[in-house]
C-alpha cells in the first residue's frame, strides 16, 4: 500500500515562493509518474506538473517559468518549487502517482495567495 503526504502549503503574498513536499511511503520506483495536481474552489482538479512514466517533465501552460518540478528518488519524495506565486495560483495541491492500473493520491496541501 503506497501513502502519499504532501506538506509546504502556505499563505503568501503574490509574489512570494513556496516549495511543496510529497513524501511517498511504501513501494514506488523511479519510473513510476508522479505529479502535482491542484483544485482551486468550484473549478475542476487540474494538472500543474508532473513527471511522465518515461521520465519527462509536463507542466501547465499558467506555470511555465514559475514552477519546478524535482524528484528524490533515494528518499520517495518529489517537490514543487512555485516562485513569482499569483493569487489564481491559489488553490488545495494534491500529489499524485501513477502505477499501472491505479492512481494514489495524497490528501492535499492549501495554498494561499494574496494580492
Known amino acids: 500500500q503506497v501513502q502519499l503526504v504532501e506538506s509546504g502549503g502556505d499563505l503568501v503574498q503574490a509574489g512570494g515562493s513556496l516549495r511543496l513536499s510529497c513524501a511517498a511511503s511504501g513501494s514506488i520506483f523511479s519510473r513510476d509518474a508522479m505529479g502535482w495536481y491542484r483544485q482551486a474552489p468550484g473549478k475542476q482538479r487540474e494538472l500543474v506538473a508532473a513527471?511522465?512514466?518515461?521520465?519527462?517533465?509536463v507542466y501547465a501552460n499558467s506555470v511555465k517559468g514559475r514552477f519546478t518540478i524535482s524528484r528524490d528518488n533515494a528518499k520517495n519524495t518529489v517537490y514543487l518549487q512555485m516562485n513569482s506565486l499569483k493569487p489564481e495560483d491559489t488553490a488545495v495541491y494534491y500529489c499524485?502517482?501513477?502505477?499501472?492500473?491505479?492512481?494514489?493520491w495524497g490528501q492535499g496541501t492549501q495554498v494561499t495567495v494574496s494580492s
Open positions: 499524485k502517482l501513477s502505477v499501472p492500473f491505479y492512481d494514489y
Open positions: 513527471f511522465t512514466s518515461g521520465g519527462n517533465t
